[in-house]
């Protein structure tokens, strides 16, 4: 991202046109940069609550008494009976960066000995599974799109959530690819494809091996390759016998015909690209889904070409030294807690999490009270008047409604960092462009201050920035030769050292403890799992509840409006105002038989809680799906409330990672 600069104040953004990926554009979203980082309601601030908890009611006040007001709190807390581990970090990826998200505050809560945080909201489910198939949450490359020959889009929507990919398939599709896209709704990027494949939600790892059978039935599979790179292959076709294309269409909705078809041409296609995203991973068998979904590249050979094979991200070729720079060596071993279950954490302390109750809460990087499944317990929760809560922020969310004390932190213009990536293979350096505006902070110092408030005199407390990046950079891994911040420094981003496209098993080569493509995973078998990989159906489906779905037979998808990045850029205005309202699409049939026309103000409902929105009605989207483009911020709605009123506290089979889409739901008039 280019930065102009004119008298000291940031004017514009833009996609560098230099960089293989960006290629001079931005993402709607980060197109308003500029607006959100000199918004009104930025904080410019350290304040303290003034008011009940909740109300939002807050005072300025210095950075002297914000931070000794912390430290003698967290202090309190540390000395008393409960220990430092009733003390919990919580944070994200509001802040993309190693440096302001992954470092100072790492080694700040691993001296303090606070309990440590299972950061499992996004991409854990899946990761797990690549890992457990492939041995790395390794792909395809982007950049070997354009020669692909067949493009499946798997629960994923390029267009919102990946645009940059995009030019790569149209680039494939002007050389004869044909684009499908597999998905409840017919989102936008569906609307562009050649075809949409309305999955019912949860049952991809049912097509999967339904179309493993018809490769394996009509000998479309790759002998060679199987018998070089691929452990089980004679018992990954015994299980595929099993998912006829009857069995498979009762299982996802979707035709006999269509799956024969659709397995039938990924087959014959040479090198054929699956795109799978975070969306179809978020159910009880989230992590299983991708490890069969990852399996399928294997069968057919299409590792070898550029343009095929699988990819979820690309995250795990960036091997820094993150051991370096969060120094889980400077404090005892503390419990882990799930960012899944933070309502139980806080509001049910024995019910699974264990250890002292949660007495201190720092929040950054994150906005727990609009983001957490569960949200009624969550805010129960921060409701507590023994929690004392601090909160790292840009703006003043529904979760620095709750604080106690709220500190103004530096947007991405104003400080330096150094980033991964999910979908290519260009380590970043963020440079600061502009000064932090009003009295903001990058969270690196702000952990810097609080530590030496609370008399910890580690030297590792003293490492800036720069030094922060450099030490990221000090690996040993191969992939990061060449890698250097001197070359960060003159050029902005740096290709890891590997080939252009990155063909990362054409020849196996897998990380996996085989060496090979896993079909037969003793590790899963170890873990309690079928070695093989199988059909989990969702929680909240006929298969394993039917009684609930008879009581709350609509199954909702919550994934964030095109405008936003899950709760981050909601209060932006135009942003705002282009997502227009809370709303939820039902399909004709859906809304017919309970007398909702588009319009209508609707109540989406079931026993978590519920929240109310303005009726769509598509036919782009399946029966029996309801979607709920979010995440709104609650104090943004006219009811208070989100999508996450009815979600769960449940975690997936692998990676113990959210739910989010495994909830039933019923929608009435209001």
């Not at 070729?317 to 933070?342: S, W, Y």
Request: glycine fraction near 8%; include cysteine.
């Amino acid at each position: 991202m280019l930065v102009t600069v004119e008298n000291g104040r940031a004017i514009r953004v833009a996609g560098d046109p230099d960089h293989p990926v960006t290629k001079g554009f931005l993402c709607a979203k980060v197109n308003r940069y500029v607006e959100r980082t000199y918004h009104d309601d930025r904080l410019t601030t350290p304040m303290r609550r003034i008011g009940p908890k909740g109300s939002g009611k807050f005072q300025a006040i210095t950075w002297d008494a914000a931070l000794d007001e912390i430290a003698n709190r967290l202090g309190d807390i540390a000395r008393s009976s409960d220990g430092p581990e009733a003390i919990l970090p919580y944070s994200y990826a509001g802040t993309m960066g190693l440096v302001q998200g992954s470092s100072m505050d790492h080694r700040f809560f691993h001296l303090l000995g606070a309990s440590k945080l299972d950061r499992t909201i996004c991409a854990m489910a899946g990761t797990v599974g690549m890992r457990m198939t492939v041995g790395a949450n390794v792909g395809a490359d982007s950049e070997g799109v354009p020669d692909s020959d067949f493009v499946l889009l798997w629960g994923t929507n390029t267009l919102t959530a990946n645009p940059h990919l995009w030019p790569f398939i149209l680039q494939a599709r002007a050389r004869g690819a044909p684009i499908i896209c597999i998905d409840p709704i017919r989102t936008r990027t569906a609307m562009q494809c050649d075809e949409w494949l309305p999955i019912r939600p949860g049952t991809d790892a049912a097509l999967a091996l339904g179309m493993m059978h018809v490769l394996f039935a009509l000998g479309l599979e790759d002998r060679d390759y199987l018998e070089r790179h691929t452990i089980g292959h004679e018992s990954m076709r015994e299980r595929a016998a099993e998912w006829t294309p009857a069995r498979t269409a009762a299982v996802t909705g979707l035709s006999e015909e269509v799956i024969t078809s659709l397995a039938t041409r990924f087959g014959q296609a040479k090198a054929a690209f699956i795109r799978v995203n975070y969306g179809l991973q978020r159910h009880a068998g989230g992590g299983m889904a991708v490890r069969t979904i990852a399996c399928l590249p294997a069968v057919t050979g299409h590792w070898r070409r550029a343009g095929g094979g699988v990819q979820l991200s690309t995250s795990a070729n960036f091997q820094f030294n993150r051991a370096v720079l969060e120094r889980a060596d400077l404090g005892p071993r503390t419990r882990t807690i799930n960012m899944i279950r933070l309502g139980d954490a806080l509001t049910l302390p024995d019910a699974g999490v264990g250890g002292p109750p949660v007495k201190a809460m720092i929040v950054y990087n994150s906005n727990p009270a609009a983001v957490a499944p569960d949200r009624n317990a969550v805010l129960r929760g921060m409701a507590r008047e023994d929690l004392f809560t601090v909160v790292l922020e840009h703006f003043q969310t529904d979760t620095a409604d709750w604080a106690d004390i709220v500190l103004p932190a530096t947007t991405q213009l104003e400080h330096w960092d150094i980033h991964f990536a999910y979908g290519h293979h260009y380590v970043t350096l963020n440079r600061p462009a502009i000064a932090p505006v009003g009295e903001a902070r990058p969270n690196s110092e702000i952990f810097r201050l609080l530590a030496a408030r609370m008399g910890m005199t580690d030297p590792a407390m003293r490492d800036d920035d720069l030094t922060l990046i450099r030490q990221a950079l000090a690996s040993q891994s191969p992939k990061l030769e060449g890698v250097t911040f001197d070359a960060l420094l003159e050029h902005g981003w740096t290709r890891l050292n590997v080939p252009t496209p990155f063909l990362p098993y054409a020849a196996g080569d897998f990380p996996t403890p085989s060496g090979k493509c896993e079909f037969f995973s003793e590790r899963m078998e170890a873990l309690g799992f079928d070695p093989l990989p199988t059909y989990i159906p969702p929680y909240e489906s006929p298969e394993r509840d039917p009684a609930l779905v008879a009581r709350y037979p609509l199954t909702l998808i919550s994934s964030p409006a095109h405008t936003f990045l899950n709760s981050t850029f909601v209060n932006i205005t135009s942003l705002r105002r282009q997502a227009h309202e809370p709303e939820v699409l039902l399909h004709p049939a859906d809304a017919e038989r309970r007398g909702i026309s588009a319009g209508m103000m609707v109540t989406v409902r079931n026993d978590r809680g519920a929240f109310v929105a303005k009726a769509r009605v598509e036919a782009g989207i399946r029966e029996g799906v309801a979607w709920a483009p979010s995440i709104w911020w609650g104090k943004l709605a006219d009811d208070g409330a989100n999508a996450n009123q009815t979600t769960s506290q449940r975690i997936t089979d692998l990676g113990n990672g959210p739910v989010f889409y495994d909830n039933q739901v019923e929608v009435e008039l209001r």
